[in-house]
């Protein structure tokens, strides 16, 4: 069963379509003020999406207290408000379905590196059917909610370093194929790149890296809407923030840069964590 996604909230201002892809969202204003309560009302919407199965999906018809507070149960994993990141996996999350049609196939995908021994975690793992290619895409997913855009760039470029790491990657591989189940879209397919028999090339040339960084931005705290000149800014600082990552990332990794220039992150999270708190 195909489920709509939330109707969009986040525009897009601007965009560089060669590769790596880069795009910039905004919630727009709204009487002078970056929408951050309207954002925090749209990641509520996408919390099912995000956290919960098809079947408890349909559940949400006659149910929705009860799945809400599931997803909630689910994808937070601390009580404590100030040492949570989902703010910015369900961003990312939202970003790939909605600006790229992406599919979801294993919800924060946890292992642990048995070289180092701690537990490193992929925002997302999505799937991209790519007509040109008439072949699967495997998204592999990093989000960073930060006050500060250079650090959120460091983090998120040491976060997704093992992603062109061979024995990081057979890990991974080995994780996610027991959860290939039969019956959804590109089973078959799946079943086939996730068997110890496929060589882990197969993965690797299909593996596109999204990295979704959301960052307070002094242009977007100074500004009262979403003028010609403010586009310009942040058309500027999402080149910056593409050569960046171009320079660092191998040139064989496929990356996607998307950039979120916030007024105030504390807001947005304050905002937010209201209105999960009666779910947890």
Not at 180 to 185: A, D, P, Q
Request: glycine share 2%; hydrophobic share 40%; net charge negative.
């Amino acid at each position: 069963m195909a489920f709509p996604i939330p109707a969009k909230l986040l525009q897009r201002i601007c965009s560089i379509s060669a590769p790596p892809i880069s795009i910039a969202v905004c919630p727009d204003f709204e009487s002078g003020t970056w929408r951050y309560k309207q954002l925090a009302d749209h990641l509520l919407d996408w919390l099912p999406d995000v956290a919960l199965r098809p079947n408890e999906r349909e559940a949400l018809l006659y149910e929705p207290h009860k799945q809400l507070a599931r997803a909630c149960r689910r994808l937070f994993d601390t009580d404590d408000p100030r040492r949570r990141g989902e703010v910015g996996e369900i961003l990312l999350h939202a970003l790939c379905r909605q600006e790229f049609s992406t599919e979801p196939f294993v919800a924060r995908l946890f292992y642990k590196m048995r070289t180092n021994d701690f537990v490193t975690s992929v925002d997302v793992v999505h799937l991209l059917y790519n007509d040109d290619e008439d072949d699967l895409e495997l998204w592999l997913g990093e989000a960073k909610l930060y006050q500060d855009l250079d650090q959120a760039k460091y983090a998120a470029l040491k976060s997704i370093a093992p992603l062109w790491d061979s024995e990081f990657l057979h890990e991974m591989k080995a994780l996610i194929g027991p959860k290939v189940e039969l019956g959804i879209k590109y089973a078959e397919k799946l079943t086939w790149l996730f068997s110890e028999e496929t060589s882990l090339d197969q993965i690797v040339d299909r593996i596109v890296i999204p990295i979704c960084l959301a960052a307070d931005y002094p242009a977007t705290k100074s500004a009262s809407s979403r003028t010609a000149a403010y586009i310009a800014e942040i058309d500027n600082e999402l080149q910056k923030t593409r050569t960046w990552f171009r320079e660092r990332v191998p040139v064989d990794v496929s990356i996607v840069c998307m950039l979120i220039p916030m007024d105030d992150k504390t807001k947005l999270e304050t905002a937010f964590n209201e209105r999960i708190r009666a779910y947890l």
